[in-house]
Structure formats: structure tokens, C-alpha cells
């Protein structure tokens, strides 16, 4: 029965996994994102605003990439946001959301 169980929570894992990846990069930030990003939590950059946004683009796309993949150490930015089951091009899909409205 132990097994049973076991096997239940992997498939549940990873058919929550896919359907992570489904989801529209907009969707995939009102989920995991905009917590902090549209409040400005801990001094996340809030979606849209330029001026936070500008250094953070100038240090370029794969540095945000980085960031919001692995986190970032000394700041409240958790890897993947703290979602896991995220792929990386997920987190892309965002950041390169995120990077479009500040421009």
C-alpha cells in the first residue's frame, strides 16, 4: 500500500509539473511572481517600473536569467521563485515578460 501511495505523489508530481509548463508566461507570473514583483516585497523590481528595471536590463538578459533561475544570495529572490517544478524556459518566459514592460 506504501508503494501505492509513493507512486500516486510521483505521478501527481509530475502531471502538476506539466502542467506548470502549459501555462502562459503571464499566468506563470500571477502565480509564482507577482507576490513580491507587483508589491515590491523586499525590494523585488515591481512588474512595469523602468527606472528599477533599467540597471537590472543593462547587467543583461542572461544575468537575469541567472538570477531568477539559481536566486539571487543576499536577496529575498528564491530560485524559480520558489517553484520547483518550473523548467528554466518557463523562468525565461517570464523574466523576458517582466524585462518587455519595463521598456
Known amino acids: 500500500m506504501k ?7 510521483g505521478v501527481t508530481s509530475l502531471l ?3 502542467g506548470a509548463s502549459a501555462a502562459s508566461p503571464e499566468e506563470t507570473y500571477k502565480a ?3 507576490a513580491c514583483h507587483d508589491a515590491g516585497v523586499a525590494g523585488a523590481p515591481k512588474m512595469g517600473d523602468k527606472a528599477a528595471w533599467a540597471p537590472r536590463i543593462k547587467t543583461g538578459k ?6 531568477a533561475i ?4 543576499g536577496t529575498a529572490m528564491m530560485a524559480k521563485g520558489g517553484a520547483s ?5 518557463d523562468v525565461k518566459a517570464v523574466v523576458d515578460l517582466m524585462m518587455a514592460k519595463a521598456k
Open 16 to 18: 502538476g509539473a506539466a
Open 3 to 9: 508503494a501505492f501511495y509513493v507512486a500516486l505523489i
Open 32 to 34: 509564482t511572481c507577482a
Open 85 to 89: 517544478n518550473l523548467s528554466d524556459a
Open 70 to 73: 539559481s536566486g539571487k544570495p
Open 62 to 67: 542572461d544575468a537575469l536569467y541567472k538570477s
